[in-house]
Nanobody, 122 residues
Framework: QVQLVESGGGLVQAGGSLRLSCVVSGGTFTDYAMGWFRQAPGKERIFVAAIVWSGGRTNYADSVKGRFTISRDNAKNTVYLQMNSLKPEDTAIYYC???????????????WGQGTQVTVSS
């Protein structure tokens, strides 16, 4: 079965940077669009960024545009989320997801990782 494993989360001060990674196994990586979502305590899971199978098209939530960059390395079955200029409101568990459809909806994605915690201190 398809498995996704995130890494790279941690504690960072406001204004700092982190790079999240998500390695996909058990499937054909280039079959999937990939997305990043996040969920803060007591809130619903929301869209952060998405990328098509080729890497040729990306989409971002307005709240992260200009600060976050999604990319993928199809030779390594890995998708990345580079997060710069982090703010305390970016604090959440970050999940990567793989799906057949590209977009911002949670239900577009069929496979999910276990999440990685990102905490931004003020």
């Amino acid at each position: 079965q398809v498995q996704l494993v995130e890494s790279g989360g941690g504690l960072v001060q406001a204004g700092g940077s982190l790079r999240l990674s998500c390695v996909v196994s058990g499937g054909t990586f280039t079959d999937y669009a990939m997305g990043w979502f996040r969920q803060a305590p007591g809130k619903e899971r929301i869209f952060v960024a998405a990328i098509v199978w080729s890497g040729g098209r990306t989409n971002y939530a307005d709240s992260v545009k200009g600060r976050f960059t999604i990319s993928r390395d199809n030779a390594k079955n890995t998708v990345y989320l580079q997060m710069n200029s982090l703010k305390p409101e970016d604090t959440a568990i970050y999940y990567c997801a793989a799906g057949w459809a590209y977009g911002s909806r949670v239900d577009y994605y069929d496979y999910w990782g276990q999440g990685t915690q990102v905490t931004v201190s003020s």
